[in-house]
C-alpha cells in the first residue's frame, strides 16, 4: 500500500539553474514534440525536457505505431509523418480502420491512417529538434514547480546529476498527465463523472517472425479476431476484458503490432499503479502471444520482440482551464471564434469497466474545433497545455486524444508561447487570437 501520511523534512538547500529558456517545454510526446518545433521556428529559444531517452512519447516509449485518418490536420504533424515516411517508416492503411488488413506501403501520407515503425519515428523527431536549433534534454523529470502569484518562476528538475531548476519566460505542459499544472496547484478533473473512472491502460507490443501473408488472411476473414478470441475466451486460454484483438501489420517484414492488453482501475499518476500495471501488462503479453501462436495462421513461429518501455495510460488528469470542451462540442461539430485546431476522431472510450468500446462521433465528413481557451490553465500567465489533458470532459477528451490532434494542439500553444514572448506580451490571455490563427494558417496548419 502506497503510504503518504508519514513525512519527513527535507533540509532547506539552494539549487542550481540548469538553464533558461524563452519558452520550456515539458514532456517530448507528441504535443511537447508539436509545441518545441512550432516554440523554435517562430523565434523562441526553446528547451525541451523529457524524462526518457527519447522524443515521442506514447508514439514511442509507448509504441503506439497506428494512426488514425486524420482529413483535418495538416502542419506539423503532416510534416513528421511525411519526413517517417520518406525514411521507409510508414504502411497506410487503405481503409478507415489502420487495424484492418489489406493493401499497405504507398507512400502518401496526407490524411490516411496508417502503421509507423517507432524506431524510425525516433530518429526522425531526434533530427528535426536538433535541426529547429531546440535545446533538448533527456532524462530530466520535472518534480516541482515554482510559482510566484500568477506566474511560473521555474520547474525543478531531477536526473543522476541531482536536483536542478529550470527557469523560462513561458512553460508548455506536454506531460500528457499534467504534472506541471498540477504541481503548480491548478485545479484538475479525473475521470467520468459517474464514478470517477478512467480509461484503462494497454502496454502495446510487437511480435516477430509471422508469415505476413497466412496472418492477413486470417485477419480478413475474422476482422480483429473477433471469433477466434472470443472461441479461446471459451476454451479458457484467455482471460483479458476485451471483446476482439487490435492488431496491425508493421512496416517490418514479418512484424505486428499488438493493443490488446487492457489494465483497469489504475492511476497513470500514482507510481504504485503504474508499477502493478507494466507488471499486469507484461503477464497479459505473453497470454496474448499464445493465443496467437496457438490460434491464429501465421503466428506459429511468431515470438515477443518487443514490450513497450511504459504502459500507455489513455486518460489521467485534465487540466481545468477557461473552457471545457465537452461531447456535444465533439458530436455537433461546433465551431470557436479562437479554434486552434481541428478534428474528427469521435469520442472512443474504452471501456472503463470491463469489455467494450463506445464510440459517438461528429457527423459524416464535418470536424469540430478546439478553442485556445482549453490550453489556458486556471489562474496563471506563462503557461500553456500541450497535451492530451487540456481542458475536456471525460467524454471530450476520449476524442481529442489522437495523436494528430495533439501535435496541432502542441503547434498552437508553442506559436502562442513565441507570439506572447516576442511581443512581450504581459501573458498568455493578452495574445490576440487572430493574430495566432493567422501565424498558424500561414505555417501549414488547417484552421
Ligand atoms: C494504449 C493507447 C492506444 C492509443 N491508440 C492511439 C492510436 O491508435 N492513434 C492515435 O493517434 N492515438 C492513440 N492513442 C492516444 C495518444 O497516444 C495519446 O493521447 C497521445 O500520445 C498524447 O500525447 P501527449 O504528448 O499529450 O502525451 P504522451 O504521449 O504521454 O507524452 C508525454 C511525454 O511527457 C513525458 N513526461 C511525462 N511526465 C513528465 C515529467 N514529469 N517530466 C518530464 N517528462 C515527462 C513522457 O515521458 C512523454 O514522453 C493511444 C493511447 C494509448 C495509451
Known sequence: MESLERTF????????????????????????????????????????????GAFGGTWTSGLLSSIMPFPFVRGLFSEIL????????????????????????????????????AEVMKSVLDRMIVEAGITPYFFLHVAGVIREGERIEGVVVESKQGRHVLTADYFIDASGDGDVCHQAGIPVDYGRSEDGKVQPMTL?????????????????????LASTWQRAKRDGAVTIPRENVLLSRSPVKGQWVFNTTRILGKNGT???????????GRRQVFEVAAFMKQYVDGFREARVSETAGHIGVRESRRVLGDYTLTADDIVQANAFDDAIARGNWYVDIHNPAGEGTRTVGPPEGRFYEIPFRSLRPRGVNNLLVASRCIDSTHEAHAAVRITPQVVAIGQA????????????????RNLDTSLLRKTLRDQGAFI
Open 9 to 52: 523534512s527535507e533540509p532547506a538547500r539552494r539549487l542550481p539553474v540548469l538553464d533558461h529558456a524563452d519558452v520550456l517545454v515539458i514532456g517530448g510526446g507528441p504535443g511537447g514534440v508539436g509545441a518545441a518545433l512550432a516554440a523554435a521556428r517562430n523565434g523562441a529559444r526553446t528547451v525541451v525536457v523529457e524524462r526518457f
Open 270 to 280: 500514482r507510481v504504485r499503479d503504474v508499477t502493478e500495471a507494466m507488471i499486469e
Open 82 to 117: 511525411g519526413e517517417v515516411a520518406e525514411a521507409g517508416g510508414w504502411r497506410r492503411s487503405e481503409t478507415e480502420d489502420p487495424y484492418a488488413p489489406g493493401p499497405h506501403g504507398h507512400p502518401d501520407t496526407h490524411g490516411h491512417g496508417g502503421i509507423y515503425d
Open 413 to 428: 500553444a508553442g506559436t502562442a508561447a513565441a507570439l506572447c514572448y516576442g511581443k512581450k506580451l504581459e501573458g498568455i
Open 204 to 224: 502495446i507490443f510487437k511480435m516477430d517472425g509471422v508469415d505476413d501473408a497466412r496472418a492477413e488472411e486470417h485477419c480478413r476473414r475474422d476482422p480483429r
